[in-house]
T-cell receptor
Framework: KNEVEQSPQNLTAQEGEFITINCSYS?????LHWLQQHPGGGIVSLFM???GKKKHGRLIATINIQEKHSSLHITASHPRDSAVYIC????????????FGTGTRLTIIP | DTEVTQTPKHLVMGMTNKKSLKCEQH?????MYWYKQKAKKPPELMFV???????INESVPSRFSPECPNSSLLNLHLHALQPEDSALYLC?????????????????FGSGTRLTVV
């Protein structure tokens, strides 16, 4: 079973700060998902990446397959970025079970 | 259309009621999922349908009954629930690629149904 760890568990920052959330996993994977969940809300898929780096607006996700590590960065953070960020990994072969990290609760203060 | 649509958004039901949750996607995804999420916890997988057939049941009590009438629709029928079943129920879907060893990609989640059992 893949162990997925996220850090930090909680993060509070001032508006405009650069944010980094980390995710480590124990078993090799084919891809990793970054997800966002606002309080009381559903889940939004931010990125799925299998190598290198992806960018969408102020969000950047990177993955190092050899080190089994991924990071999610938010530039020029804004209060609307306040949410729980979750990384999730599927097993290598086409099984449907995602293993979720415990999430990082991000609060951006105006 | 790149969304998974869930209805209703909120549901309050008594322990003797029968209700259904509905999930719909028109992305051509052939895997569909039901998850249960309690407050401040990650989602827990309940059921997976692959090509309209039930492929995974995570030992879910029979008071939850899934149904996949076609490739775009997924229902979750609820009967005789308990207060501890109150949670956010999330639907998701993904592509399945038979030519790549059945790998899943393009996971898309719905906004969820917040269920309260009274």
């Amino acid at each position: 079973k893949n162990e997925v760890e996220q850090s930090p568990q909680n993060l509070t920052a001032q508006e405009g700060e650069f944010i980094t959330i980390n995710c480590s996993y124990s078993v090799g994977i084919s891809a990793l998902h970054w997800l966002q969940q606002h309080p009381g809300g559903g889940i939004v898929s931010l990125f799925m990446l299998s190598s290198g780096k992806k960018k969408h607006g102020r969000l950047i996700a990177t993955i190092n397959i050899q080190e089994k590590h991924s990071s999610l960065h938010i530039t020029a953070s804004h209060p609307r970025d306040s949410a729980v960020y979750i990384c999730a990994v599927p097993p290598w072969f086409g099984n449907e079970k995602l293993t979720f990290g415990t999430g990082t609760r991000l609060t951006i203060i105006p | 259309d790149t969304e998974v649509t869930q209805t209703p958004k909120h549901l309050v039901m008594g322990m003797t009621n029968k209700k259904s949750l509905k999930c719909e996607q028109h992305m051509g995804h052939r895997a569909m999922y039901w998850y249960k999420q309690k407050a401040k916890k990650p989602p827990e997988l309940m059921f997976v349908y692959s090509y309209e057939k039930l492929s995974i049941n995570e030992s879910v009590p029979s008071r939850f009954s899934p149904e996949c009438p076609n490739s775009s629709l997924l229902n979750l029928h609820l009967h005789a629930l308990q207060p501890e079943d109150s949670a956010l129920y999330l639907c998701a879907s993904s592509h399945r690629d038979r030519q790549r060893g059945e790998k899943n990609y393009g996971y898309t989640f719905g906004s969820g149904t917040r269920l309260t059992v009274v």
